[in-house]
């Protein structure tokens, strides 16, 4: 299953299935990317990062990929299981500063 | 754990209370941040610090007041607030400078609710 930049804030997908989370950003000047996971009741909790030297970091069962030609970052989580579901944001930084820009987030649902 | 806590969880109060929320980090980390975050929008940064001195004031109103007596503690005090300041307020903190990433390392949160 995929999701849509902004527009499709919610993503509904098998347990074992492929789940990719887009997101599109507008700063040309943010050089670092977080991925987060907001489980109901709890705060963002980091899953994944990236540097803008790089275009895809792989960690466990997730993969983020960095397109800085058309300002896009995807999140992939390999054989999505019930426990990934949550809200996933995205969030950017400039190399000057400490903000984060957060994207609204999307809501990702396993079916079992 | 992300080795951020913040204290209430949850929070009701009226629009005469004074209360204050308590976030502590016990990462090493010399920035630290309040977010505020409601329904379907994104997270709304309200204050940033960095080695206890308030950097960013993200057009806060007054009725929000931060205190910083140190790198490893954050209050928000609250007054006279309005029901439309009822949203999950998180605390957040990062390492700054250095070429570090500056990943910023989330608290649970505080429910407040605004009668």
């Known amino acids: 299953g995929e999701s849509v930049g902004l527009h499709l804030p919610t993503l509904s997908v098998q347990e074992g299935d492929n789940s990719i989370i887009n997101c599109a950003y507008s700063?040309?000047?943010?050089?670092?990317f977080i991925w987060y996971k907001q489980e109901s009741g709890k705060g963002p909790q980091f899953i994944i990062d990236?540097?803008?030297?790089?275009d895809k970091r792989q960690g466990q069962r997730v993969t983020v990929l960095l397109n800085k030609t058309v300002k896009h970052l995807s999140l992939q989580i390999a054989a999505t299981q019930p426990g990934d579901s949550a809200v996933y944001f995205c969030?950017?930084?400039?190399?000057?500063?400490?903000?984060?820009?957060f994207g609204e987030g999307t809501q990702l649902t396993v079916n079992p | 754990e992300t080795g951020v806590t913040q204290t209430p969880r949850h929070l009701v109060m009226g629009m005469t209370n004074k209360k204050s929320l308590k976030c502590e980090q016990h990462?090493?980390?010399?920035?630290m941040y309040w977010y505020k975050q409601s329904a379907k929008k994104p997270l709304e940064l309200m204050f940033v610090?960095?080695?206890?001195?308030?950097?960013e004031n993200n057009s806060v109103p007054s009725r929000f007041s931060p205190e910083c007596p140190n790198s490893s503690h954050l209050f928000l005090h609250l007054h006279t607030l309005q029901p439309e300041d009822s949203a999950l307020y998180l605390c957040?903190?990062?390492?700054?400078?250095?070429?570090?990433?500056?990943?910023?390392?989330f608290g649970p949160g505080t429910r407040l609710l605004v009668l």
């Open positions: 957040a903190s990062s390492q700054t400078g250095g070429g570090v990433k500056e990943t910023q390392y």
């Open positions: 969030a950017e930084k400039e190399t000057s500063g400490s903000r984060l820009t």
């Open positions: 700063n040309s000047a943010s050089d670092y």
């Open positions: 990236i540097r803008s030297n790089m």
């Open positions: 990462l090493g980390h010399n920035a």
């Open positions: 610090y960095n080695f206890k001195e308030q950097t």
